[in-house]
Every structure is written in structure tokens, then in C-alpha cells.
């Protein structure tokens, strides 16, 4: 029933786990293993670290797992295969026991209460086994089918195609309930909310999107710890063909070696950068970093304001923690002190460190509420201008229904006639068009590619290299009606164009970096 491919490696990874508490050093069995579902091979110790990090913190903090295959279709019992984890730590698979598919019945109508499968399902492997599990995953045989799909296909794929595989993957399991955890964690529950607010819209393409507008680079994601420092290397290169390549590494750092966690010296990033070939070292503190990801997988989606203004202040507060939670290696041109120094003295004040990330979000929610409403509708027309053409081509259609101040839908329009009848139509008449079909739109917001890559080069790939320079270059096509365009315009944005580029940065910078030095 599951893939062969697969099946090795899971029951080599369930063995080496059985493996790790009988030996003194762990670190010493050397044995490579692909993260599950994946084609990437990595030392089978830090996949067994992984899961001892990550399982406890968002799946399920107790010991014992049940997965349950169930069929499709009507059947007396839909229970198609019972296998039991005993983990010595919570979410390592250090044990596998296949039960009698027959200890349990369970019918379609039965899955409406997993509540109730869960604690049949318990009692039975109490009494029969003696061991007590703490949570049940429930896998459809509809998914087992999709993932078997996938896996055959691994060896085959580039990385890129593997990623549009497996966010193909999830998005259908999630919203078919092919896959399910009970109890639930919140991490399940925040990407089943994500992607019904996504409404229709695949993950996938949003990802190829994206991707297209990246330019090559090579990044080391040190996530550091005291306890066991993990590099994630990404690398987007071009081929002899000039197609774009992408490469994913993870692996340990020795802490020795590069003193990472030293207290006498400094961090080795020089000897980092030059060992794996990579252009920036992106170093993040581990704690901080999970810390946000778990409130953020307990947020209810849509977010109220109030909770998305929360969450927007601990963004930028690990903005301004730097070298603090992160760091970046080369170090920030903006964060040089001389340079700061120089350019203040023409009234430019830029710092890290004191980005206002308590009133920032109060200000750009206040504006949006002022000039565009508490309850509104506002479309985004995504284009894709040719150079040396002023023709408008819209590509994408999404729309944004606002109410009390926060995004409550997204209806992606995949209508292609009516995206056809979009093209170089002014603002005004793509908002009566679309008005007809999805009631009143509020606003009309223009966004071309260029603009989007410009700043993802600016404020991600190359943020090391950030400069006055390469702001003013985003608030130029900002300004330009062939890259960014509201309709109607409101008060803020005309004085944006009227306003010289220089000017309009000095006042900005006033506005989000905090003026006191304490």
C-alpha cells in the first residue's frame, strides 16, 4: 500500500532512532536518510534532532502515535491498516508495530466524531498492548494514493518541480481531509484556515510566482544554538542553459570549529561563507525564532486587528533585534556606524535597532482606515509591463474583501475572459468591469513585476547591500504610473508623487525610526 520508495527509508529512519540511546556518542553513526517525502539526504542525526526540536513544540508533546488508513468508500469497516509508534522521547519513531486491521470497526458516519475512534482506538491497544497513545493520524487511502504518487516520482523531479509537487500535496490533502491529527495542533489548524481564506487560490503557483522574481543567490540560514547549530543552505544559480537551478542543503555545524557559540571569541562567519561557497550568512537564535512561530500557529485566521497589528509589532520587533535574535554576515551597509553618522548630518537618520515597531502598524492601519474605510473591497491587479512598453497586461485578479480593518476573504478570479477583458483597460474601467460581477470595489491597486522583484531583491535577497540608494531606486518606480497605481487616489499618495524622492524618505524615516537614543 505505501510506496516502496518511502517505506525504506521511514523503517531506516524508525531504526536508526531505536539505535540513538544505545550508543554514548549519537553523533558518531554516521548514516545518511532523505527527509520524509522528500528526494534531500541528510545525516540521520540531525533528522532525529529535528524531530525531538520540532514534534514536541507543534504536533504533540507525549509519547506513543497511531496511524490509522482508512478507505474511501462505504465499507463494513473502513479500516484498512492500524500501525503503532512507540517513541522513547515524544515524536521519535523509534518502533513500529502493524495491528490487526480488524481491532477496530469504524464507518464512514464514524469519522464525523474522531473523538470517540481515538478513545476506542486507546482503550483497545491499553488493554492489548499496555502502552497508552497520545494522539491518532488518520490518513484517507485517497491520500495515500496522492503521496505514493508523489514519492514515485522524487528521483525525477528538480528541485523546484518537487516543491510545486508537495505544496500540490498538501494543498489537496488539507482541503480534502485526506490528512488529519488528533487531537489537532495548531499548526494543522492554521494551515487548514490558511488555505480556506486563500479560497481557491494555489499555493503552488503563488510559490512559482515567486520564484520567477528571485534572482540567483546563495544563503547559509544558520539556525544556532548551544545545543546543535543547523545550517540550511539555499542556492538559486543559473545553467549552461540559463535556466535557473536551486539547490537545498541542510546540514550540522561543527561549533568548535567556527567558535559559534564561543564567549572568548568571535564567530568564525568568514571561514562559514568560504567552506560552502555561499554569498551571506543569515545567523538566527533558535528559541526566538520557534517562540513566533508558535504564536503565530495559534492565531485564528482571519486575524481580527487588533491580533494582526500584534503580529506585525513582533515582526518588526525581530527586525530591530538585531544582534540580538539575528545577525547577517556580511554586515548590513545600513548598520555601519560610520555611515549612519554621515548620513544623518544630512537629516537621514537610519537604524535597526530603533525601528519603531509599536507605531508603525498604528499608523499604517490608521491611514488605511481614514482613506480607504473599515469595510471595504479592494482589488489588486497584478501586471507584467514588457520593457519599452507602456501596454498594461494583467496577469492576476485578487481581490480583498476588508471588514472592522482586517482582510476577511480573498477571491482569487480565475475568469480568464474576464481577466482578457481587464487588459489595457484604465483603472476606472477594470473597476466597473469587475464591480459588475463581485459588487463594489472600493480601491484599485496596480502592482507590476518589476516593482515586486525590485523590492524582494532590495529588502531579501540583498538586504546586506541595502543603501540610500537602492531605497530611493524603490520609491522611484513607486512613483512611476507604469509599476504602482491607486485608483481612486487618495490624499497620502498624491503627496507621495508630488514629494521628491529624498524628501519623502527623510520623512518617512522620521516617522518609523524611533528618534531617542536609550
Same mark, same amino acid.
Given at each position: 500500500?505505501?510506496? $516502496?520508495?518511502?517505506?525504506?527509508? &521511514?523503517?531506516?529512519?524508525? $531504526?536508526?532512532?531505536?539505535?540513538?540511546?544505545?550508543?554514548?556518542?549519537?553523533?558518531?553513526?554516521? !548514516?545518511?536518510?532523505?527527509?520524509?517525502?522528500?528526494?534531500?539526504?541528510?545525516? %540521520?542525526?540531525? *533528522?532525529?534532532?529535528?524531530?525531538?526540536?520540532?514534534?514536541?513544540?507543534?504536533?504533540?508533546?507525549?509519547?506513543?502515535?497511531?496511524?490509522?488508513?482508512?478507505?474511501?468508500?462505504?465499507?463494513?469497516?473502513?479500516?484498512?491498516?492500524?500501525?503503532?509508534?512507540?517513541?522513547?522521547?515524544?515524536?521519535?519513531?523509534?518502533?513500529?508495530?502493524?495491528?490487526?486491521?480488524?481491532?477496530?470497526?469504524?464507518?464512514?458516519?464514524?469519522?464525523?466524531?474522531?473523538? !470517540?475512534?481515538?478513545?476506542?482506538?486507546? %482503550?483497545?491497544?491499553?488493554?492489548?498492548?499496555?502502552?497508552?497513545?497520545?494522539?491518532?493520524?488518520?490518513?484517507?487511502?485517497?491520500?495515500?494514493?496522492?503521496?505514493?504518487?508523489?514519492?514515485?516520482?522524487?528521483?525525477?523531479?528538480?528541485?523546484?518541480?518537487?516543491?510545486?509537487?508537495?505544496?500540490?500535496?498538501?494543498?489537496?490533502?488539507?482541503?480534502?481531509?485526506?490528512?488529519?491529527? #488528533?487531537?489537532?495542533?495548531?499548526?494543522?489548524?492554521?494551515?487548514?484556515?490558511?488555505?480556506?481564506?486563500?479560497?481557491?487560490? +494555489?499555493?503552488?503557483?503563488?510559490?512559482?510566482?515567486?520564484?520567477?522574481?528571485?534572482?540567483?543567490?546563495?544563503?547559509?540560514?544558520?539556525?544556532?544554538?548551544?545545543? *546543535?547549530?543547523?545550517?540550511?543552505?539555499?542556492?538559486?544559480?543559473?545553467?549552461?542553459?540559463?535556466?535557473?537551478?536551486?539547490?537545498? /542543503?541542510?546540514?550540522?555545524? !561543527?561549533?568548535?570549529?567556527?567558535?559559534?557559540?564561543?564567549?572568548?571569541?568571535?564567530?568564525?562567519?568568514?571561514?562559514?561563507?568560504?567552506?560552502?561557497?555561499?554569498?551571506?550568512?543569515?545567523?538566527?537564535?533558535?528559541?526566538?525564532?520557534?517562540?513566533?512561530?508558535?504564536?503565530?500557529?495559534?492565531?485564528?485566521?482571519?486575524?481580527?486587528?487588533?491580533?494582526?497589528?500584534?503580529?506585525? +509589532?513582533?515582526?518588526?520587533?525581530?527586525?530591530?533585534? #538585531?544582534?540580538?535574535? &539575528?545577525?547577517?554576515?556580511?554586515?548590513?551597509?545600513?548598520?555601519?556606524?560610520?555611515?549612519?553618522?554621515?548620513?544623518?548630518?544630512?537629516?537621514?537618520?537610519?537604524?535597526?535597532? $530603533?525601528?519603531?515597531? &509599536?507605531?508603525?502598524?498604528?499608523?499604517?492601519?490608521?491611514?488605511?482606515?481614514?482613506?480607504?474605510? *473599515?469595510? %471595504?473591497?479592494?482589488?489588486?491587479? *497584478?501586471?507584467?509591463?514588457?520593457? /519599452?512598453?507602456?501596454? +498594461?497586461?494583467?496577469?492576476?485578479?485578487?481581490?480583498?474583501?476588508?471588514?472592522?480593518?482586517?482582510?476577511?476573504?480573498?477571491? #482569487?478570479?480565475? /475568469?480568464?475572459?474576464?481577466?482578457?477583458?481587464? /487588459?489595457?483597460?484604465?483603472? !476606472?474601467?477594470?473597476?466597473?468591469?469587475?464591480?459588475?460581477?463581485?459588487?463594489?470595489?472600493?480601491?484599485?491597486?496596480?502592482?507590476?513585476?518589476?516593482?515586486?522583484?525590485?523590492?524582494?531583491?532590495?529588502?531579501?535577497?540583498?538586504?546586506?547591500?541595502?543603501?540610500?540608494?537602492?531605497?530611493?531606486?524603490?520609491?522611484?518606480?513607486?512613483?512611476?504610473?507604469?509599476?504602482?497605481?491607486?485608483?481612486?487616489?487618495?490624499?497620502?499618495?498624491?503627496?507621495?508623487? $508630488?514629494?521628491?524622492?529624498?524628501?519623502?524618505?527623510?520623512?518617512?524615516?522620521?516617522?518609523?525610526?524611533?528618534?531617542?537614543?536609550?
Amino acid at each position: 500500500m505505501i510506496n $516502496k520508495y518511502f517505506k525504506e527509508n &521511514w523503517l531506516k529512519i524508525v $531504526k536508526f532512532n531505536s539505535k540513538v540511546n544505545l550508543v554514548e556518542n549519537p553523533k558518531e553513526l554516521k !548514516e545518511s536518510v532523505r527527509i520524509p517525502v522528500t528526494p534531500f539526504e541528510i545525516d %540521520a542525526f540531525l *533528522l532525529y534532532h529535528l524531530f525531538d526540536l520540532l514534534y514536541p513544540r507543534f504536533v504533540n508533546d507525549q509519547q506513543n502515535i497511531l496511524d490509522i488508513i482508512v478507505s474511501d468508500f462505504e465499507l463494513d469497516n473502513i479500516v484498512f491498516g492500524l500501525y503503532l509508534y512507540e517513541t522513547t522521547k515524544p515524536g521519535i519513531h523509534s518502533a513500529i508495530k502493524e495491528l490487526p486491521k480488524d481491532s477496530i470497526v469504524v464507518k464512514q458516519e464514524d469519522l464525523d466524531d474522531k473523538d !470517540e475512534i481515538f478513545n476506542r482506538l486507546q %482503550a483497545f491497544i491499553l488493554k492489548e498492548i499496555g502502552i497508552k497513545i497520545s494522539c491518532m493520524r488518520l490518513i484517507r487511502k485517497r491520500g495515500v494514493d496522492l503521496l505514493n504518487s508523489h514519492c514515485e516520482k522524487l528521483n525525477k523531479l528538480t528541485s523546484f518541480e518537487f516543491f510545486i509537487s508537495l505544496l500540490d500535496v498538501i494543498q489537496i490533502s488539507l482541503e480534502n481531509d485526506l490528512f488529519s491529527i #488528533y487531537p489537532e495542533p495548531n499548526f494543522l489548524r492554521f494551515n487548514k484556515n490558511f488555505l480556506t481564506f486563500l479560497n481557491g487560490l +494555489q499555493l503552488s503557483k503563488v510559490f512559482t510566482f515567486l520564484y520567477g522574481l528571485i534572482p540567483s543567490f546563495s544563503t547559509l540560514i544558520l539556525m544556532n544554538s548551544t545545543r *546543535l547549530p543547523i545550517a540550511l543552505i539555499f542556492k538559486k544559480e543559473k545553467n549552461k542553459t540559463h535556466d535557473s537551478v536551486l539547490n537545498i /542543503n541542510l546540514t550540522l555545524l !561543527e561549533s568548535e570549529k567556527y567558535k559559534l557559540n564561543s564567549k572568548t571569541h568571535k564567530a568564525d562567519f568568514s571561514l562559514i561563507q568560504s567552506d560552502f561557497g555561499v554569498d551571506k550568512i543569515i545567523n538566527l537564535n533558535q528559541n526566538p525564532f520557534l517562540i513566533f512561530l508558535t504564536e503565530l500557529f495559534e492565531t485564528e485566521l482571519p486575524p481580527n486587528k487588533e491580533k494582526l497589528k500584534l503580529l506585525f +509589532q513582533k515582526v518588526l520587533y525581530g527586525i530591530r533585534a #538585531y544582534d540580538l535574535n &539575528w545577525s547577517m554576515f556580511p554586515k548590513p551597509k545600513i548598520n555601519n556606524f560610520l555611515l549612519r553618522f554621515l548620513i544623518r548630518l544630512f537629516g537621514i537618520d537610519i537604524n535597526l535597532k $530603533k525601528l519603531s515597531h &509599536w507605531a508603525i502598524p498604528d499608523f499604517l492601519f490608521d491611514l488605511s482606515a481614514t482613506y480607504i474605510g *473599515l469595510n %471595504a473591497n479592494l482589488l489588486l491587479v *497584478l501586471t507584467d509591463k514588457i520593457e /519599452n512598453s507602456s501596454k +498594461q497586461t494583467s496577469t492576476e485578479l485578487i481581490l480583498f474583501r476588508i471588514e472592522n480593518g482586517s482582510i476577511k476573504k480573498l477571491d #482569487y478570479i480565475k /475568469n480568464q475572459d474576464l481577466i482578457t477583458k481587464t /487588459n489595457q483597460q484604465s483603472l !476606472e474601467s477594470v473597476r466597473l468591469i469587475i464591480s459588475e460581477q463581485f459588487g463594489f470595489i472600493s480601491n484599485v491597486l496596480m502592482v507590476d513585476k518589476q516593482l515586486i522583484k525590485t523590492i524582494l531583491n532590495t529588502f531579501l535577497i540583498d538586504f546586506h547591500k541595502i543603501s540610500i540608494f537602492s531605497l530611493l531606486k524603490v520609491i522611484k518606480l513607486l512613483k512611476n504610473p507604469r509599476y504602482f497605481q491607486l485608483y481612486p487616489e487618495i490624499p497620502p499618495y498624491n503627496l507621495f508623487k $508630488k514629494k521628491k524622492s529624498i524628501l519623502f524618505l527623510k520623512d518617512l524615516l522620521s516617522i518609523i525610526i524611533d528618534k531617542h537614543e536609550f
